[in-house]
């Protein structure tokens, strides 16, 4: 990237960085008095997201009026600049709304199809992460890089599931496997901090089926400049409109990637039966 791009990139994280603050602080003053709304038969919308994405619409509006945003709420502008920002106003509702501290606000900026600068903000840890097309990824300030790990039976994966038609997801067979053979599975319920976990380490790896531009935007950005690969789960390269993600630390990629097609060719290990345990449980 050229100096002026990259010190236009760097501003433009600067300036995510201090909207997602902005619009965390706004998110805290909400907690405790939140308004609960359904957008489907389980998917949330509070009065929190909707105060965040008016928050951030203005801010966005106010310096980078030539930009273009699509938001989760239904914000939408267009223009000819060829930037569009990707706003997620509380990236994990359903904890937001059970008074779970795991949630964050999300905002990834992407120029002529590529991901220029995304910022992801975890306001209750006051956890900062950024990142810059071709200048690294940051937590706080500080870089950031993805694990070391390279068996998979010592990596930490996280992985999510749909609000909305859950009965037609296979993620349950993906879970299952995973746990069997790997360290542990987590399903924090926030994708864009599962993706900065995996940028920094905490998690070795994560997928999650058909999440939204701007669930992934952010986040994507800021696990590939911390080191990491991402892709769909057939391997090939994920776009913001890719039906699966698959965020690894690149060492564990290829080993993700085999099991993920053995699962789905169909080879699963069935379920335990509950009438099973039952019927050996022993008496305490």
Sequence with gaps: MAAEAAADAASFAAAAAAIAREAGACLLAHRGRVGIEYKGEADLVTAADRDSERLITARLRERFPDHAMVA??????????GYCWYVDPLDGTTNYAHGLPIFAVSLGLEHDGEMLAGAVFNPVLEEMFTAVRGGGARLNGAPISVSACSELGEALLATGFPSRKRHQNPNIHFYQHFTLTTHGMRRLGAAAL???????GRFEGFWEFNLKPWDTAAGALIVRE???????????????????????NGKLHPALLAAFAE???GRTAPLPAPEAYLAGRSRP
């Design 194 to 200: 599962d993706l900065c976990y995996t940028a920094c």
């Design 72 to 81: 989760e709420e239904g914000g939408r502008t267009q223009a000819a600049s």
């Design 226 to 248: 911390a080191g990491g690969r991402v892709s769909d789960m057939l391997g090939r390269a994920h776009q913001l409109h890719s039906p699966e993600i698959l965020a690894s």
């Design 263 to 265: 699962l789905f060719a």
